[in-house]
């Protein structure tokens, strides 16, 4: 199995940046593509960003295209998302997920992964 554990949340005020990471540990998630999702208090969880395994494809969602940017150290088993020009809308609990499936492309349905992190909050005040 494969554990995940996301750090770098906090708070941030409007405009500002932040960079999340994830740790993974049990295996190796060199062969899996990776996501990042989030939740913001009374809605549903929804797709942030994904890599494919040797980070030679990514999606992200409309809503942080361009501000936002997914990458990931194989050798070092992380995956990391870099937020930048953040907004109130962006504040949430964000997740990290594994696919470990032997898909080649990385999916924007969270019912695809099947290992998660127990997420970090992330706050933007204006």
């Known amino acids: 199995q494969v554990q995940l554990v996301e750090s770098g949340g906090g708070l941030v005020q409007a405009g500002g940046s932040l960079r999340l990471s994830c740790a993974a540990s049990?295996?190796?998630?060199?062969?899996?593509?990776m996501g990042w999702f989030r939740q913001a208090p009374g809605k549903e969880r929804e797709f942030v960003a994904a890599?494919?395994?040797?980070?030679?494809?990514?999606r992200y969602a409309d809503s942080v295209k361009g501000r936002f940017t997914i990458s990931r150290d194989n050798a070092k088993n992380t995956v990391s998302l870099q937020m930048n020009s953040l907004k109130s809308e962006d504040t949430a609990v964000y997740y990290c997920a594994a696919d470990g499936s032997g898909r080649y492309v990385p999916s924007e349905g969270s019912m695809r992964y099947d290992y998660w992190g127990q997420g970090t909050q992330v706050t933007v005040s204006s």
């Open positions: 049990g295996r190796t998630v060199s062969s899996y593509c």
């Open positions: 890599i494919s395994r040797n980070s030679i494809s990514t």
